[in-house]
């Protein structure tokens, strides 16, 4: 998969940005607060996602902008695809997405065609943030295989916040406490598909992240990942649920009732779940040192990179905002190895940070407007 062209105006600072990029390797230089962090963020926009910098949608639009838009030719392996993306000030919940020259409703028909994967310095939150950070990391990577199952993610959410709010009606003497288990059935058959496909996932890329982290550290350190249910336990989950798993999924649910009443909310379910990271034995959240928690995000980023192009027998495209400054030439030889036939664009502030020499298209970035450097 790679980009065949690529312009947005209006996004952010974005001012008429136009980019025919390398099939390999793209470098945009520039100082900070130039625009190029917005630039593959409106690249990330497109693969139907939120921002992976956290920039809400109403904030997309540039201060003066009276509208923004996105426009991206892509090659799928297949065939040329065309994907818009727009918005007018005013009329925010009006966005504009077209694929092929189809309106579509929903970001998730961006999702099911087009595949990134980000690095980026906030990555490290993955290792140190909330377990919310970690679930999150595993569904993106996971749905990415299976893009429909991004819809019972979504479900599951929904499910949960009904329960919960029966949960409170409930409390407020509005319900009958059997009313409350009136979405534990549905609840445990999306919830049990989750966490199938997040065992799954986890059992894929947890011999790549060993491997990867030995060569990272020269064999002096051993990475452990490990998929950890709060319904399930250390029970072997299999690829696909099956009816037993869901009926001890609502069993759970069931058993729970009373406590989920005390607190308020539901407290055992996938939302509980968490991605356990070690070295050693030592959980890399709470006793890493900065180096081995980046050295750790890195790594997942990188696994998931490489098993999509070993499942999907295509490649994402790859998006490396100022994470190449930080790491030294061992680091970015792993990452040119991994990535070395997919397409790839690189923000940096001096090209001297690159330490590993590539051949491609160099770009450069200035107050939101982009040139090729030869010009």
């Known amino acids: ?19 025919e990029p390398d099939r390999r390797f793209n470098v945009i230089i520039g ?7 917005n630039l593959l963020d409106a690249v990330w926009l497109m693969t139907g996602c939120k921002s992976f910098h956290g920039v809400k949608e109403r904030h997309y639009m540039g201060f003066d902008a009276p509208f923004f838009q996105c426009d991206m030719r892509f090659f799928d392996g297949r065939r040329e695809q065309r994907m818009t993306y727009s ?32 690095f980026s310095p906030s990555d490290v939150e993955i ?9 999150a990391f595993m569904d993106l990577c996971a749905c990415q295989l299976h893009p429909r199952r991004m819809e019972y993610v979504s479900r599951a959410s929904l499910l949960l916040a009904q329960r919960n709010a029966a ?7 509005k ?6 288990t009136m979405f534990d059935s549905q609840l ?56 037993e798993l869901a009926a001890l999924y609502e069993q759970k649910l069931s058993e729970n009732l009373k406590e989920d009443l005390r607190l308020g909310y539901t407290q055992r379910g996938i939302q509980r779940d968490d991605l356990q990271l070690d070295i050693g034995g030592y959980a890399v959240s709470q006793f890493g040192s900065q180096g081995q928690r980046k050295s750790t995000a890195l790594v997942l980023k990188l696994a998931q990179a490489h098993l999509y192009n070993a499942k999907m027998q295509r490649s994402p495209v790859v998006l490396l905002d100022d994470v190449m400054g930080e790491l030294d030439e061992r680091r ?42 030869c010009e």
């Open 31 to 37: 100082d900070n607060a130039q625009g190029k962090t």
């Open 87 to 118: 918005m007018e000030r005013g009329q925010q919940k009006k966005r504009k997405i077209t694929i092929n020259g189809v309106d579509t409703a929903k970001t998730g028909g961006l999702f099911e065609v087009f595949h990134c994967v980000a």
């Open 175 to 180: 319900i009958r406490r059997q009313d409350v």
């Open 127 to 135: 290792v140190n943030g909330s377990p919310d950070r970690r679930r």
């Open 332 to 373: 970015q030889r792993l990452i040119y190895d991994m990535v070395a036939d997919m397409q790839v664009f690189i923000t940096l502030c001096h090209p001297s940070s690159l330490r590993v020499e590539q051949k491609g298209s160099v770009f450069l970035m200035r107050e939101g407007r982009l040139r090729p450097e």
């Open 167 to 173: 949960i409170q009606n409930c409390l407020k003497g």
């Open 188 to 243: 445990a058959k999306t919830g049990a598909l989750i966490s199938c496909m997040r065992a799954e996932y986890i059992r894929s890329i947890q011999p790549l992240c060993r491997e990867l982290y030995s060569v990272m550290t020269g064999g002096s350190e051993i990475l452990n990942v490990s998929y950890r249910s709060a319904v399930y336990g250390d029970l072997e989950l299999p690829e696909k649920p099956t009816a």
């Open 1 to 19: 998969m790679h980009i065949t062209s690529f312009s947005a105006d209006g996004f952010r600072n974005l001012k008429g940005v136009r980019l």
